[in-house]
């Protein structure tokens, strides 16, 4: 066995925007993990939603966002990005007027290499999340391996789903000899009738600390929920999420029917004119790190503390 070193995990090197927006491009994945939200919620009713769009409409809806917003971050998630039809080419439009943040599965080699010779690096970053029970190390330690070699900042993450917490060590350590760093992110949902993170047992979240190597800091956020209902925050003002449909909501919290704040394929549309209370319980999402003031964002990620 190879000795153990320490992983490298990427710094971000995306200029901070005034304004971010996730992005939900499709509801389609080539897995079916049993902890994600959208295997929960059913992809067929929710495939319905998607309004899939050509690289040229893309460009165009995203052109008009720059001329009203300036230089944005988009945050692109749902489902699984790298299986939108001509991904590496829509990136491409959209990467004229934005930078972009892609989380994937990491999974296709194809349409990532397609991916890693079109796209410029110092506009498009990735969080890849490592999903045990249906990936292949090799194949997606690969995949992660050759997006940085192409000069991308490209990371990684597990969910510690507690159907999966045991291994997470030596998936650690593994990823380690291969240079790289894992992260891990606390799981928000249901397992076996009882409801997470609150139902993590004190040992289960001396464990999870365990490997993540300290007590409090970016990674632990959300082992001890803090209700956050009331606090300003800038969601819907300078950050906003959008459904596949086009529909813009402050958040994913606050992204049922009946809370959207407009279309992104609107023309006329417009973010908030100023921030306002959260009317969640919890940012389950880590979405607080683009809308609150950086120093409040901080003070949870580091201090575990909400002012
Ligand atoms: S890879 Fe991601 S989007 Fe696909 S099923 Fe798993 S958690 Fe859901
Ligand atoms: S604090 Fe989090 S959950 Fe609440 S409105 Fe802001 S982004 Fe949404």
Redesign the pocket.
Do not use: D, F, I, N
């Given at each position: 066995m190879t000795a153990e070193r320490p992983g490298l995990n990427m710094d971000s090197r995306l200029p901070r925007r005034q304004v971010v927006f996730a992005w939900d491009m499709h509801y389609a994945c080539n897995y079916r993990c049993p902890y994600c939200f959208y295997t929960v919620a059913g992809w067929e009713e929710l495939a319905k939603k998607c309004a899939y769009k050509s690289a040229a409409e893309w460009g165009e809806v995203w052109r008009r966002i720059a001329a009203k917003y300036g230089r944005c971050q988009l945050r692109i998630t749902a489902g699984e990005p790298f299986t939108y039809p001509e991904f590496a080419g829509v990136v491409a439009a959209v990467t004229d007027h934005h930078d972009v943040q892609i989380t994937t599965n990491g999974s296709l080699p194809g349409p990532i290499a397609d991916f890693a010779s079109r796209i410029d690096p110092s506009r498009a970053e990735l969080d890849c999340t490592f999903h045990p029970l249906v990936s292949d190390y090799r194949l997606f330690a690969d995949n992660v391996l050759l997006l940085r070699k192409k000069g991308f900042v490209a990371n990684v993450c597990y969910l510690a789903w507690p159907g999966q917490t045991k291994p997470m060590m030596d998936f650690k350590r593994r990823f380690a000899e291969d240079g790289i760093h894992m992260n891990l992110a606390v799981f928000w949902g249901r397992y076996q009738g009882r409801d997470y993170p609150q139902a993590y047992t004190a040992e289960e979240k001396a464990w999870i600390k365990s490997v993540i190597g300290q007590d409090c800091g970016p990674e632990t956020v959300g082992l001890e929920p803090i209700s956050?209902k009331g606090?300003l925050?800038r969601?819907?003002h300078t950050?906003a999420d959008i459904q596949a449909d086009g529909k813009v909501y402050?958040?994913?919290?606050?992204g049922r029917e009946g809370q959207s704040i407009g279309s992104i394929l609107d023309p006329a549309f417009a973010l908030q004119a100023a921030a306002q209370p959260?009317?969640?319980d919890?940012?389950?999402c880590k979405?607080?790190q683009s809308?609150?003031e950086p120093e409040d964002a901080r003070d949870l990620d580091h201090k575990g503390v909400v002012r």
């Open positions: 956050v606090k925050c969601a819907g950050y402050r958040c994913g919290q606050l959260c009317a969640a919890y940012c389950r979405e607080y809308a609150w």
